[in-house]
């Protein structure tokens, strides 16, 4: 009996798990069973082995072949274990050292050819094999500038099993074939903005800094043709480009997300839109097989802006409501779970009626009041007491739009106000979000009468418990903006404001 060794990665969300490979080569009727607990795609990798070998210019064994994935309770998912078990199997044959296969970490998909086919999860399955040890990790040539973003760990990209096992000291004669790339990533120019194209709503763009700064959710109300879109996308332009940890962690949502070539790390939050018929899956992730991430883990670190947010399935919207507390997801099936990052800033952007012409002058709202109750309605209380800020927009007249006296925001300077507020945040906390009841206690518990406008609130209902810290929470943020070391009533006052907006 001969046994031949490897390791490959197993991905449950973003986290990984190396994954033993075990190849026994024993007597009996020809055949090749794989046990473990693998997927439907991955039971499919018997067919893709066998041909794969034989296009390689190397032989199956005559004989039963068991391959192991251990820990067997482990379930496995997706086609990226093909080059292990190949090279397993050959490893029982001593077509291939042993030693050298079992000292790596093997990922990739067979072509009936014998080349290997790049695979989605790259990047975090070679930061999980690195986290668990490994030295030496082997990815399809299509994955090499992706895997190579992670350091500490020898990555060798190969184009064929035989180039694998070439690389592995193996006397294959094989001619060379051409490498399978995965689809690139369209390379557009974006689209030039800049924040001082917003004109006439200086209120709206200091919400829009103060709401970077602190990493606030955004709720934009106002009619058609007042600017939301425009606002929430120079968002994004404002907020500061990711550190190394996060660019990691968003590079590697990505990499799941879909097989592209990941040239470099991303360094600038991501900008997320669905549209309004976007499913609860597609918003939170999920999906049959291999779960994928959603809309709000492809955003995190950055911003999910949802338009026409009342057109969107209550369903979809509540479903939003525990990433925002907790910052992650987690997606149950019935043997395991994936947990996925959602730290997320939410923009909701909504027409004040369904016809849009409620409140604007020079309209007519052919709307009932009952038709625009039920309209918002769709905003779940619950989903509103999430949204730290909540901002009114207004049409922009003519004046306005041709006034070159008033000063603009620029992004860049905005940009620095956010970088300098985030930079006292983190001299204060760390680099992290501080606890309702730190933020209400200790050294930083605010005076009375500095809270005095928030405890009267508090208790004539106008806001809940939850609508107090975040009250607290923008009161931070804007002392942060304004350089002073605590908040002042002036500061508990103007984040009453933002968490309310316009008064009924």
Sequence with gaps: MTVGRTQSIALSGLSGHLVDI???????????????????SLGESKDRVRSAVANSGCAMPPTRVTVNLSPASLPKQGSGFDLAIALAILAGTRDVPAESVASSVHIGELALDGRVRPVAGVLPAVVAARDAGARRIMV??????EAELVPGIEVIAVASLAHALREHGAHIVAPDIDAIEPPHESESTPPSRDLSDIVGQPDVVDALVTAAAGGHHLFLLGPPGAGKTM?????????????????????????????????????????????????????????????????????????????????????????LRQPLESGDIVIHRANYSARFPARVQLVLAANPCPCGNAGVPDSTCVCTPDRRRRYLARLSGPILDRIDIHVPVSRVSRAHLFDDTSPRVTTAHARERVEAARAMANDRWGHRRPDATEIRSGKFRLAPVVVRALDAALDRGAVTMRGYD???????????????????????????????????
């Design 22 to 40: 075990e190849a026994d080569i024993a007597s009996g009727l020809p055949a090749l069973v794989l046990i473990g607990l693998p997927d439907t």
């Design 231 to 319: 606002l929430a996308e120079r968002l994004v332009d404002i907020l500061p480009d990711l550190d190394a940890r996060d660019a990691l962690e968003v590079t590697s949502i990505a990499s799941l997300a879909r097989v592209a070539q990941t040239r470099q790390l991303v360094t600038r939050p991501p900008f997320i839109a669905p549209h309004h018929t976007a499913t609860a899956v597609a918003i939170v992730g999920g999906g049959s097989g291999v779960i994928r991430p959603g809309a709000v883990s492809r955003a995190s670190r950055g911003v999910l802006f949802l338009d026409e947010a009342p057109e969107f399935a209550t369903t979809v919207l509540d479903a």
């Design 470 to 504: 975040r009250v607290l929470r923008i009161a931070w943020t804007l002392a942060d903006c304004d350089g002073s070391s605590m908040p002042t009533a002036d500061h508990i006052g103007r984040a009453l404001y933002l968490r309310q907006g316009v008064p009924a």
């Design 140 to 145: 399809p040539a299509g994955n090499r500038t």
